[in-house]
């Protein structure tokens, strides 16, 4: 057996605007998340800054679970713009969850949150993100998220 491990790449930070809510549709309730500009991405494989035009396209389900599906950018401290579209998602106790909807502040181990990233890079020194499989687990907070991104390897 060749059993995968994982190599740590960067944590993220993001502010956040007010949801938008769309409201009940078929499968559940929908609403989008924008993602202000300016959050940082540091780590032992990429830094840089979060770009703007980004949003987390969210539902929750009928059963309660947060399908998360964020699409921004990333540009690196040498210049190079990373696209990435990461889908996820966070469930948890249903007082856990309401009290994130409410804003307060909940410790991310009473929650699921995990997500797999998937990059769009340029050719040259950031290549490799478009030949790996990665994963990350998340926190959020009233009006911020943290990622924690890992590489399978």
Known sequence: MNQPELEFVYEASAN??????I??????????????????????LINGQLLGNAADWQLTRLDGVTVVD???AIETD??????????????????????????????????????????IAPTGRYDWLNRSIFICSGARFASSIKLWVWRVV
């Open 23 to 44: 409201g009940a549709v078929p499968d559940g309730t929908r609403r989008i998340i924008p993602i202000k500009p300016g959050g940082y991405v540091k780590g032992p």
């Open 70 to 72: 964020a699409t921004y």
């Open 78 to 119: 040498d210049g190079a713009v990373i696209q990435l579209r990461n889908r996820g998602l966070r469930h948890g106790p249903a007082e856990v969850m309401d009290r994130l909807r409410r804003g307060e502040e909940v410790d991310p181990a009473e929650y699921y949150f995990r997500a797999a990233p998937e990059f």
């Open 16 to 21: 956040l605007a007010p949801p938008r809510e």
